[in-house]
C-alpha cells in the first residue's frame, strides 16, 4: 500500500545569468505506507528540491505526485537547523501545531508527552530553548513534526549540524519513534552509514543531477 507515488518528475530551476539547472530528471518513486526511506547523494543532486516538493514546498516543472488520501495535508517537516521559539519552554513548543490546530485534546496531549519521554526530555519540559544542547533541541522539533498525526515525516538532514556521538543516540531514538508510531519517513541524508542504519530502502542519486541512480533495499533486522 503507498503513502506517495511519484511519477515522472522533473524539475527545472530558470537561472537568470547562467544556463538553466537540471535538479530532478525523469523520478519514479513508490513510497510505501510506514516505510522509513532514505536518499542520498553528493552535495547539489537533487535531494532538497526533491523532498521540498514532496511537502508542496515547491513545485515539479512536470510530473506527478499522488498522495494516500490526506496524507499532503499534513506533513511533519525536521531541517537540518529548526527553529523553536524562545520564549516558549520545550513541552509549549512541541505542543505548538496542537494549539494552531486547535486539536489539544486530552488524547494529543497525552501522546505528546508519551513522545517527549521516548524523546528523553521529560526532564526538560520546562526549559527554554537557549538552555539546551544541539542535540536537545533536534529532539523538540521531532516531537513537534510528530505531535500532530501527520502519517508523513520528511526530514532533511535533520542531524547534520550534530556531533557523530550525538547523531548516533538520536537515529536510535528516531527509529524507536518510528517502530512505535509507524509513520512514513523520508531522510535525506548524505551519510551512507546513516542512510543503511535507519532505512527499509536507500535511494542513491546520481551526481549527474536529478537523477535516481539506483535503489537498494537494507535487509538488515534492526536493533
Ligand atoms: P542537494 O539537496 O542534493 O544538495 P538541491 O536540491 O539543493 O541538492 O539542488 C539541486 C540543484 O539545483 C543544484 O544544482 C542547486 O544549485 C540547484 N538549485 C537548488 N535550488 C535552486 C534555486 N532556488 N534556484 C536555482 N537553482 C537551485
Ligand atoms: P544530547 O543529550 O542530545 O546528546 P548533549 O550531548 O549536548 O546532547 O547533552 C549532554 C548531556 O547534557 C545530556 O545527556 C543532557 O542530559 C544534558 N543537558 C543538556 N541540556 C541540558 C540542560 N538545559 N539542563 C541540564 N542538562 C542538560
Redesign the pocket.
Known sequence: DYSVVLKDLNKVYNNLLKDDTVALKDVNLEIGQSEFISIIGPSGCGKSTLLKIIGNLDKATSGEILYKDGVNQQLGFVFQDSVLLPWKNVRENAEFPLVIQKKQTKENEEKLDELLELA?LTE?KT?LPR??????KQ?VSIVRALSYDAPLLLMDEPFGALDA??RD??NEELLKIWQKTKKTIIFVTHSIEEAVFLSDRVVVMSPRPGRIKEIVSIDLPRP
Open positions: 528523553g526538560f526549559a538552555e539546551l544542547s544541539g542535540g536537545m529532539r556521538l550525538t543516540h538520536l
